[in-house]
């Protein structure tokens, strides 16, 4: 993100503003007062419309040369400057097992396309045509998602159980690895923030940055990412994804490959990737509402349970940032409470390679203090 920059407007577009300066020029030039029924009022109405329509696009326009204001496909123009593209969805992939009723004497082949699913929202198919050889009884297949996104890497070893286009002799198949490895297309905000890095990209002294940037560089579902050096000639990748999750195997590999290469770092430095070191946390709090209040009794409570949920998001999705009692305060008493009991937790400060996990979150309600 680009933090910091005031905002910027190219060219005023307030309706009001704009009719209103026509006017005053108006009567300057003419001597003549217009009433707001005058034919000529309604001239200068549309003239202002044109005029908002013709500054919007100027603002816009002007806007989408600066890469804190553009957006997808003139993003897409603004970052070439560095060669990057955007990138696209890619399909998850899974381990699958085709076994047959029983053996044959001559080869059973699963054809290309060949579909299974879990819940018949989502498929996944046989990518290139695999036969099963005389007197086997089962293939592995890795099959592919159908279509590209992170909504393939949703299944669970053992939840692959249908198979949508029948085969003679196949009497079941199921996945034994999770799906993993779909990502969505690459958001605006990430391809902006890979921009910002690439300029790092551009030496292998092994900056941290550069490592920050091919590990984004390696999935969209990087969030957060941590580089450090444990002890001397050993440089620690540490990925954060989306939503807080921890990285999978396959998306270790992935991002180990990518920032590996001799082309990316020093020929000294022995890379590593590793999962973020989680800290345990627990939430227990009383809470107290204003017999002043304006608001729904009911509404405070549910803004005050969003809150609680906003502080664990907030805590997971960001690598060092501390475990703070006073912030959870604080976004409570912004939901509409009156007072706090915090018991837990304490204030717990993380290095950047950690982040917090909420293990337990017990909340409860004090009941409404009268208020003077």
Not at 120 to 133: A, G, H, L, M, N
Not at 253 to 274: F, Q
Not at 287 to 309: F, G, P, R
Not at 352 to 362: A, E, P, Q, R
């Amino acid at each position: 993100m680009i933090y910091n920059l005031p905002p910027i407007t190219f060219a005023a577009k307030d309706p009001d503003a704009i009719k209103n300066g026509m006017l005053a020029k108006y009567k300057e030039l003419s001597g003549r007062t217009l009433a707001p029924a005058d034919p000529t009022t309604t001239l200068f109405e549309v003239f202002t419309a044109q005029f908002v329509s013709l500054r919007a696009a100027i603002d816009f326009t002007g806007k989408q040369n600066l890469l804190a204001y553009a957006e997808d496909d003139y993003l897409k123009h603004r970052v070439s400057d560095f060669g990057l593209k955007a990138k696209e969805a890619v399909k998850a992939r899974v381990s699958m097992v085709f076994t047959m009723t029983q053996k044959l004497s001559y080869g059973l082949t699963i054809k290309k396309g060949t579909r299974v699913t879990a819940d018949s929202k989502f498929y996944f198919e046989v990518p290139e045509s695999v036969t099963i050889q005389s007197g086997d009884i089962s293939a592995l297949i890795i099959c592919v998602a159908t279509i590209g996104g992170d909504a393939g890497n949703l299944y669970k070893a053992g939840l692959i159980t249908n198979l949508v286009d029948p085969i003679a002799y196949i009497g079941g198949v199921v996945n034994i690895d999770d799906s993993a490895g779909g990502d969505d297309d690459e958001s605006n905000d990430s391809l902006r923030e890979r921009r910002l890095l690439a300029p790092e990209a551009l030496s292998t002294a092994g900056p941290d940055n550069a490592y920050k940037y091919w590990a984004k560089s390696a999935t969209t579902d990087v969030i957060d990412v941590e580089v450090y050096s444990p002890e001397p000639g050993v440089v620690r990748i540490v990925p954060l994804m989306a939503d807080g999750r921890m990285p999978t195997k396959t998306e270790l590999e992935l991002i180990l490959s990518t920032c590996n290469p001799s082309d990316k770092r020093p020929l000294t430095d022995n890379v590593e990737v590793a999962i973020p070191t989680q800290v345990d946390y627990s939430i227990k709090l009383k809470y107290w509402i204003s017999s002043k209040t304006n608001i729904e009794i009911s509404q405070v409570q549910d803004n005050v349970n969003k809150a609680i949920q906003n502080f664990i998001y907030l805590t997971k999705t960001k690598l060092g940032r501390a475990i703070n009692p006073s912030v959870l305060n604080q976004i409570i008493m912004a939901a509409g409470a009156r007072r706090t009991q915090i018991d837990n937790p304490v204030q717990t400060e993380l290095n950047s390679w950690k982040v917090g996990k909420n293990i337990s979150c017990s909340v409860e309600f004090g009941g409404i203090e009268e208020d003077c």
